[in-house]
Nanobody, 112 residues
Framework: QVQLVESGGGLVQAGGSLRLSCAAS????????SRWFRQGPGKEREFVAS????????YYADSVKGRFTISRDNAKNTVDLQMNSLKPEDTAVYYC?????WGKGTLVTVSS
């Protein structure tokens, strides 16, 4: 079992940046791919980005490619999502995911 706690959300103007962080507890954190998902108002939850357990492979949704960067620090049990050039359509609750474990999410609001 892995417990996940997201932080770093907030209100930002379009074009701005935010850095989300996911703190994980549990011994198996470093063994698995970590992912970020998001759920916008009235929308289904969607994949944002993933990073392999060693950090060597990353994948991004087309909608965030070139603007978001996922990273991890296995020594600190954290997975971060750097979000640049934010757009109003990035407004969502962002969730950290490892296997079938989910955090409660952190809200990102991008104003136009």
């Amino acid at each position: 079992q892995v417990q996940l706690v997201e932080s770093g959300g907030g209100l930002v103007q379009a074009g701005g940046s935010l850095r989300l962080s996911c703190a994980a507890s549990g011994r198996t954190f470093s063994s698995y791919t970590s992912r970020w998902f998001r759920q916008g108002p009235g929308k289904e939850r969607e994949f944002v980005a993933s990073i392999s357990w060693r950090g060597g492979n990353t994948y991004y949704a087309d909608s965030v490619k070139g603007r978001f960067t996922i990273s991890r620090d296995n020594a600190k049990n954290t997975v971060d999502l750097q979000m640049n050039s934010l757009k109003p359509e990035d407004t969502a609750v962002y969730y950290c995911n490892i296997r079938d474990n989910w955090g409660k999410g952190t809200l990102v609001t991008v104003s136009s």
